[in-house]
């Protein structure tokens, strides 16, 4: 059974951080990319970042400078460490395997002005 489990949201002010984890399971971590994408009120879900197997990264123009997508495969972790953090990214963050298309539950992320 494939879970995708985030963790590591909550409530921060504005310029605040925040690191989100996803632990994996039931897929063979090291030859996914991995995808975090977030999705806001009444938003469609987007794109954050995204890491393939051999570490090469993508990130949203909103997010670049700010974010870094990480993983690490002896722990089948993927990581999003969040800098910077301003009011227009309070979203639910998901996670993603890319082969298969699973996606985790989700974790909440709200930054306060």
């Known amino acids: 059974q494939v879970q995708l489990v985030e963790s590591g949201g909550g409530l921060v002010q504005t310029g605040g951080s925040l690191t989100l984890s996803c632990a994996a399971s039931g897929i063979i971590f090291s030859i996914n990319a991995m995808g975090w994408y977030r999705q806001a009120p009444g938003k469609q879900r987007e794109l954050v970042a995204t890491i393939t197997r051999g570490g090469l990264t993508n990130y949203a123009d909103s997010v670049k400078g700010r974010f870094t997508i990480s993983r690490d495969n002896a722990k089948n972790t993927v990581y999003l460490q969040m800098n910077s953090l301003k009011p227009e990214d309070t979203a639910v963050y998901y996670c993603?395997?890319?082969?298969?298309?699973?996606w985790g539950q989700g974790t909440q992320v709200t930054v306060s002005s």
């Open positions: 993603n395997a890319l082969l298969g298309g699973y």
